[in-house]
C-alpha cells in the first residue's frame, strides 16, 4: 500500500473542510445517492458542535497529497465513557487498496490513548460493509431504518381521521407547540423529559443510558442555530400533574428550506398508552403546513426493532431508504 499521510483538521480549516465535504459527497453518490449532498456549513457545524456540543475529532488521509479518505472519532463525556464510535469514507476512486483498513487502524489507536476500551462503526447494509466489519473483529449488533416522508403523499384526511380517533385516548393531555431555543429556566424540563429516549431499542449494542441534562439540552439548540435550522417543538403535557409527557422536534434547513429532519420522537413511560406518539406527529405535520408550505420531505431514523414507533411512521406514509448497520467490538 502506498505511504498513506493521516492528519488531524478542524472546524476553522475551509481548505480541508471543502475537501472533506467533497470526499462526503462522492462517497455518499455511490452508496448512498438517496441521501442529501454534504455543505460547507453543515460540514463546519458537524465538527464545530456535533450533535449536542461535543463534536467529532475529523481526519483527512492523503496519499502523495491526494485525499483518498477521512476518519473520525466521537466520543462523550457525559455517558458511556467506555465507548467510542468510529467512521471512515474511502473514496470510490481508491477503494481496495487497503486505505479503509489503516484508516481505522489508525483510529482504534487513537481511542485507545483516549482511554476507551469499546468501538463502535456503522455503514449502510451491503456486503462490502459486512466484509469489511468481519475482517476487523466487529460483531453485527444494531440495524436501524432510515425512513422518509415526501410531504405531497400525505393524505390529508387520513391524516385528520387518525387523529380525531386518537384524541379520546389523550383527554388528560394537551399539546402545545415551541420554537426553539428553549428558554434556559425550562431546560431542565425538557431534558427529563428527553430522557425517555433511553428507552428505545438498542438491541445488542453495549451502552449505557445517555445522560441529559440542561447543559447538553442547550448544546444541541446551539448546533441547530448554527447549522440555520428553523427547529419545531410540539409536547404533549399531563393536565392532571403539569408534566411534560412526550415531544417530537422537526428541523427545516434554511440553506435547503426543501429539506426537513426529524430529530427526537419520544413518550415518558408513564404516559404511554395515550397514542400521544401519532398525536404528536400528527399536529407537527399540520405546523409545518402552516409554517413552511415549501417543505418537500422529512428524514427519520428507527432501531428497526421499534415496532410502536415505525408503526406510527408506516402510519403517516414515510417509505423506507436504507437500512443502516451497527458492529461494535472491545479494543
Same mark, same amino acid.
Given at each position: 500500500?502506498?505511504?498513506?499521510?493521516?492528519?488531524?483538521?478542524?472546524?476553522?480549516?475551509? *481548505?480541508?473542510?471543502?475537501?472533506?465535504?467533497?470526499?462526503?459527497?462522492?462517497?455518499?453518490?455511490?452508496?448512498?445517492?438517496?441521501?442529501?449532498?454534504?455543505?460547507?456549513?453543515?460540514?463546519?457545524?458537524?465538527?464545530? /458542535? !456535533?450533535?449536542? !456540543? &461535543?463534536?467529532?475529532?475529523?481526519? %483527512?488521509?492523503?496519499?502523495?497529497?491526494?485525499?483518498?479518505?477521512?476518519?473520525?472519532?466521537?466520543?462523550?463525556?457525559?455517558?458511556?465513557?467506555?465507548?467510542?464510535?468510529?467512521?471512515?469514507?474511502?473514496? =470510490?476512486?481508491?477503494?481496495?487498496?487497503?486505505?479503509?483498513?489503516?484508516?481505522?487502524?489508525?483510529?482504534?489507536?487513537?481511542?485507545?490513548?483516549?482511554?476507551? #476500551?469499546?468501538?463502535?462503526?456503522?455503514?449502510?447494509?451491503?456486503?462490502?460493509?459486512?466484509?469489511?466489519?468481519?475482517?476487523?473483529?466487529?460483531?453485527?449488533?444494531?440495524?436501524?431504518?432510515?425512513?422518509?416522508?415526501?410531504?405531497?403523499?400525505?393524505?390529508?384526511?387520513?391524516?385528520?381521521?387518525?387523529?380525531?380517533?386518537?384524541?379520546?385516548? *389523550?383527554?388528560?393531555?394537551?399539546?402545545?407547540?415551541?420554537?426553539? =431555543? #428553549?428558554?434556559? *429556566?425550562? $431546560?431542565?424540563?425538557?431534558? &427529563?423529559?428527553?430522557?425517555?429516549?433511553?428507552?428505545?431499542?438498542?438491541?445488542?449494542?453495549?451502552?449505557?443510558?445517555?445522560?441529559?441534562?440542561?447543559?447538553?439540552?442547550?448544546?444541541?439548540?446551539?448546533?441547530?442555530?448554527?447549522?440555520?435550522?428553523?427547529? /419545531?417543538?410540539?409536547?404533549?403535557?399531563?393536565?392532571?400533574?403539569?408534566?411534560?409527557?412526550?415531544?417530537?422536534? +422537526? +428541523? +427545516?434547513?434554511? &440553506?435547503? =428550506?426543501?429539506?426537513?429532519?426529524?430529530?427526537? #420522537?419520544?413518550?415518558?413511560?408513564?404516559?404511554?398508552?395515550?397514542?400521544?406518539?401519532?398525536?404528536? @406527529? #400528527?399536529?407537527? $405535520?399540520?405546523?409545518?403546513?402552516?409554517?413552511?408550505?415549501? %417543505?418537500?420531505?422529512?428524514?427519520?431514523?428507527?432501531?428497526?426493532?421499534?415496532?410502536?414507533?415505525? !408503526?406510527?411512521?408506516?402510519?403517516?406514509?414515510?417509505?423506507?431508504?436504507?437500512?443502516? $448497520?451497527?458492529?461494535? @467490538?472491545?479494543?
Amino acid at each position: 500500500m502506498d505511504v498513506m499521510d493521516i492528519t488531524r483538521f478542524g472546524p476553522d480549516d475551509a *481548505a480541508a473542510l471543502q475537501e472533506w465535504v467533497d470526499l462526503a459527497n462522492a462517497v455518499q453518490h455511490v452508496d448512498s445517492p438517496w441521501e442529501l449532498d454534504a455543505t460547507p456549513l453543515r460540514a463546519e457545524a458537524r465538527f464545530r /458542535y !456535533g450533535w449536542d !456540543g &461535543e463534536p467529532p475529532t475529523p481526519y %483527512l488521509a492523503r496519499v502523495d497529497g491526494v485525499v483518498v479518505g477521512s476518519g473520525n472519532i466521537s466520543v462523550s463525556s457525559y455517558d458511556n465513557l467506555h465507548l467510542a464510535w468510529l467512521g471512515l469514507m474511502v473514496h =470510490p476512486d481508491h477503494r481496495r487498496r487497503g486505505y479503509g483498513s489503516a484508516i481505522l487502524t489508525f483510529l482504534e489507536d487513537e481511542a485507545r490513548r483516549m482511554g476507551r #476500551t469499546s468501538a463502535g462503526i456503522g455503514g449502510w447494509e451491503c456486503d462490502a460493509t459486512s466484509g469489511f466489519a468481519a475482517r476487523h473483529g466487529y460483531e453485527k449488533k444494531h440495524q436501524a431504518i432510515n425512513r422518509r416522508q415526501y410531504v405531497a403523499d400525505i393524505d390529508q384526511a387520513e391524516l385528520d381521521k387518525r387523529y380525531d380517533e386518537a384524541l379520546p385516548y *389523550a383527554a388528560d393531555y394537551v399539546l402545545e407547540r415551541r420554537r426553539l =431555543p #428553549t428558554p434556559d *429556566a425550562e $431546560l431542565d424540563e425538557i431534558a &427529563e423529559m428527553a430522557s425517555a429516549i433511553n428507552d428505545a431499542p438498542t438491541d445488542d449494542l453495549e451502552i449505557e443510558d445517555e445522560v441529559f441534562n440542561a447543559e447538553r439540552m442547550k448544546a444541541y439548540e446551539d448546533a441547530c442555530a448554527f447549522r440555520r435550522e428553523r427547529a /419545531y417543538r410540539v409536547v404533549a403535557r399531563h393536565l392532571p400533574s403539569g408534566q411534560l409527557a412526550g415531544q417530537t422536534v +422537526v +428541523v +427545516v434547513e434554511s &440553506e435547503r =428550506p426543501k429539506y426537513g429532519d426529524q430529530h427526537d #420522537t419520544s413518550v415518558v413511560a408513564a404516559h404511554r398508552g395515550h397514542r400521544l406518539g401519532l398525536l404528536l @406527529k #400528527t399536529d407537527m $405535520l399540520r405546523w409545518l403546513a402552516e409554517e413552511e408550505p415549501q %417543505l418537500e420531505q422529512i428524514d427519520t431514523f428507527n432501531a428497526e426493532s421499534n415496532d410502536q414507533m415505525i !408503526g406510527v411512521n408506516e402510519a403517516l406514509g414515510y417509505r423506507v431508504m436504507g437500512r443502516e $448497520l451497527a458492529f461494535q @467490538k472491545a479494543l
